[in-house]
């Protein structure tokens, strides 16, 4: 494998919470690259109590790359914050890991190559969804389709382009320090919210074309619906602090929760319930012809997985919009 010049310094950050099951083998995949790279692992730890702190403990007792940092805020975007703010100076480059994901062993070189290579300030990749459970791979379809995502550019694989917003990977230090970090009002989003203004600030975009990551799905409808519910408050909060216009593709899902509300007064008339069957007609179509098509039987509940995260998506925005409910934490 071709390796990465120690042009540069990096700061690998992984926010963590309860992730016992992919840790060790995450932390074991890095710490070459990290040499390799002359960078520090800072695992942000938002207060497991699964097993991840021993692991991690352990870890860094052998290799004094890794290092174990409390983030009493919990949420992924106070935890890269810290991280940044007490190990940050002298670092040229943020690497962002998100702990629930799979990565190719060159992933950081490769990041750090093309920042090089294109002087983007930020660098993004491709996020592709994978399962193993039959609910996971049902997410995953959904995630990985346009039904799902609306066709934003991050979900699909890139042969590398400037863009407004990808999934977050690599930033540089001081393009990040001078906007601020991530605003920490946001528990989701928070990395759109960040693409925005490093954009105002005239800083550069690129979605890289040389990798990308693979994202395991929550496991349970349940958890997707509040995974979702997150995200349409999240993208809700940057509407009203920017005063920016959703796209189509997220104004789309927007009517998901006024046609559930308004299939309630089906009992007045039959008309009302036809908005909601026609949406639920599409999802489960798309469900069963992916499942024909891919000849795979599990993935046949992608359109309910879609229908899920459609609900999610569309009463968190509204319910964030209106200044309704509380915000569920999740790290």
């Not at 940057?238 to 308004?262: G, S």
Request: hydrophobic content about 45%; glycine content about 10%.
């Amino acid at each position: 494998m071709t390796q990465t010049k120690k042009t540069s310094s990096s700061l690998i950050v992984i926010p963590c919470l309860n992730e016992a099951a992919h840790i060790g083998v995450l932390l074991d995949q890095l710490r070459p690259a990290a040499a390799r790279l002359g960078a520090r692992i800072i695992v942000a730890d938002g207060g497991s109590t699964d097993g991840t702190l021993a692991i991690v403990k352990d870890i860094a007792s052998k290799d004094p790359r890794v290092i174990l940092l409390h983030n009493e805020r919990r949420i992924q975007s106070a935890a890269i914050n810290l991280a940044v703010g007490t190990f940050g100076e002298g670092a040229d480059y943020l690497i962002r890991i998100d702990a629930h994901g799979g990565y190719p062993d060159d992933y950081c070189d490769r990041l750090v190559e093309e920042a090089l290579a294109t002087g983007a300030d930020s660098v993004v990749v491709s996020m592709l969804t994978s399962g193993s459970s039959t609910v996971q791979k049902a997410a995953a379809a959904a995630q990985n389709s346009k039904l799902g995502t609306g066709g934003s550019k991050h979900r699909h694989r890139s042969a590398g382009e400037w863009v407004d917003h990808g999934h977050h990977a690599l930033i540089r230090i001081s393009a990040f320090g001078s906007v601020g970090g991530y605003d920490e009002t946001f528990s989701h989003n928070e990395d759109a919210e960040l693409d925005y203004r490093l954009r105002q600030a005239g800083y550069k975009i690129w979605m890289s074309g040389k990798t990308h990551m693979i994202y395991y799905p929550r496991t349970s409808l349940s958890g997707l619906y509040f995974q979702y519910l997150g995200y349409g408050r999240g993208r809700a909060k940057n509407v009203l602090k920017h005063r920016v216009i959703p796209k189509v593709r997220q104004m789309v899902p927007l009517l998901v929760f006024p046609v559930v509300l308004l299939a309630a007064l089906s009992f007045v008339h039959w008309l009302a319930a036809v908005p909601l069957l026609l949406w639920a007609s599409v999802c489960q179509g798309y469900g069963l012809w992916t499942a024909i098509r891919q000849r795979h039987a599990d993935i046949a509940l992608a359109g309910v997985s879609a229908m899920v995260m459609h609900l999610g998506w569309s009463i968190g925005f509204w319910l964030q919009l209106l200044g309704l409910g509380s915000r569920r934490g999740v790290a």
